[in-house]
């Protein structure tokens, strides 16, 4: 199945794009998203950031579904 | 509390929406509204509370203008440059609206006032420009029981959103922890459009008034996005973190270490200890960690020049005879050096210079005037 993943502020900047499709394993979890991601981008390894299911952010672990929106969210400190 | 004639004129477009009317102007003259920094953010903010007619206003920032702040912060101008901004922006806002009360303090918020600070406002405004503060505003706010209505930027994108009302998450239920210290810059470091904070702080002074007034749907327990180059917005929502929420009220008091407890404790020095020290006798070795073009280099204060990029290649020439200290132009970058030189190199008794060149200056230039006045 495929999710899409969507950045935001310095992920997207180590990512070099603000969205994109992603095939995943069918049972995946958003646990199991963070761990690609990394794998993927490993500076990402340095920033915090919470993942956000279908425009819902949650503080336990979810498993995901085809076409699920993943929006990667890191906290901005300016001001 | 009621209007008198010229504030009805004054407000008269806002008292003839039904969502607002006499009442609820008089609910926005009756409100006590805190802003924490004037800057970016603060400036639009400060602006349209004031236009609005909110009765109080407390303006937080220790910082001074300068040119660079210019491009975004547009309540200020360049006769104010090297002004306290709480100092600068009362004056300015004043001029806006007489009938508003502002209440400058030109302070750092820290773990010492927050609380105090805090209790006399209904309604926090978070528009500072770091990871500290954030978190301590969030705590500070959970244990008074305020409201807060956040903003934060990050080059072309916002993040908007209400913190601790009717129940709503709080940052650390969004955010628990502490981020890393080096992993976000903040805008002096990474440039920022100067529109930007215009849009961001327009958007918390409106979820301000909505909050005041009760009306419409704020974004409590949501998180609204914003980017200006894609013209796109989102929405997140946010839950609340119980267990997050208890570990801050499960403390009584607030304290740096539990805002920190990710970090590295690292030590600070004020202007006023060092000038003291030194001048006892005491010898220092120094780090400036900016970029070699930064200005001014203070003779005092001269030692090794490491702009942080290079720390990681250069540190083994940095001298540690005495106690070192860590410096930039606002104090910043030099605490990531001293988290750096501190966790991956096993320095100790290093210490980072409290608000950096900007306070050695502004020390001085008050020095100056003591001495004037003096004779």
């Known amino acids: ?79 | 509390m009621n209007l008198n004639k010229q504030e009805i004129n004054r407000y008269s477009r806002h008292i003839q929406l039904d969502e607002i009317g006499t009442a609820g102007q008089e609910k926005l003259k009756q409100a006590k509204v805190l802003v924490i920094g004037a800057g970016g953010l603060g400036c639009p903010v400060l602006q349209y509370l004031t236009a609005a007619g909110v009765g109080s206003i407390g303006i937080v920032d220790f910082d001074v203008v300068e040119e660079s702040n210019l491009q975004r912060q547009v309540l200020f101008n360049s006769n104010l440059i090297g002004r306290n901004k709480a100092h600068a922006a009362k004056e300015q806002l004043e001029k806006l609206n007489p009938f508003v009360k502002l209440i400058p303090y030109p302070i750092k918020l820290d773990y010492s006032n927050a609380l105090s600070l805090f209790e006399q406002y209904n309604l926090i405004v978070d528009a500072t420009d770091n990871f500290e503060s954030r978190y301590l505003i969030s705590d500070a706010a959970l244990l008074s029981n305020k409201p807060i209505v956040f903003g934060a930027i990050h080059k072309f994108e916002g993040q908007v959103t209400v913190f601790n009302h009717n129940g709503g998450p709080t940052y650390r239920c969004l955010f628990p922890k502490h981020p890393k210290a080096a992993s976000i810059p903040n805008c002096n470091e990474v440039g920022v459009v100067g529109v930007l904070p215009g849009i961001v702080g327009t958007y918390q002074a409106n979820e301000v008034l909505k909050v005041l007034l009760r009306i419409g749907e704020t974004l409590s327990g949501k998180l609204m996005l914003i980017n200006t180059l894609s013209n796109s917005t989102s929405t997140i929502g946010i839950n609340r973190n119980e267990q997050e929420i208890e570990k801050v009220l499960a403390q009584k008091n607030l304290s740096d270490q539990y805002a920190l407890s990710s970090e590295t404790s690292i030590e600070e020095i004020s202007v006023a200890e060092l000038k003291k020290r030194i001048n006892q006798g005491e010898y220092f070795d120094f780090l400036d960690v900016r970029e070699v073009h930064e200005q001014p280099k203070i003779e005092k204060l001269s030692g090794i020049n490491l702009p942080i990029q290079k720390l990681k290649v250069n540190n083994n020439k940095i001298l540690t005879n005495n106690t070192l200290i860590s410096y930039c132009q606002t104090g910043i970058r030099s605490k990531k050096a001293i988290k750096y030189l501190q966790e991956e190199k096993g320095f100790t008794n290093i210490l980072n210079l409290q608000g950096g060149i900007q306070a050695w200056l502004q020390y001085e230039t008050q020095e100056e005037q003591m001495i004037t006045k003096i004779s």
């Open chain 1, 1 to 79: 199945m495929k999710v899409n993943l969507k950045y935001f502020g310095m992920v997207a900047e180590v990512a070099g794009v603000t969205e994109e499709l992603m095939e995943v394993s069918n049972d995946i979890n958003s646990e199991a998203i963070s761990e690609l991601l990394e794998e993927k981008y490993s500076k990402l390894n340095e920033i915090d950031y919470r993942l956000a299911i279908n425009e819902c952010l949650n503080n336990e672990k979810v498993t995901l579904n085809d076409q699920d929106i993943v929006a990667v969210l890191p906290p901005f400190s300016g001001g």
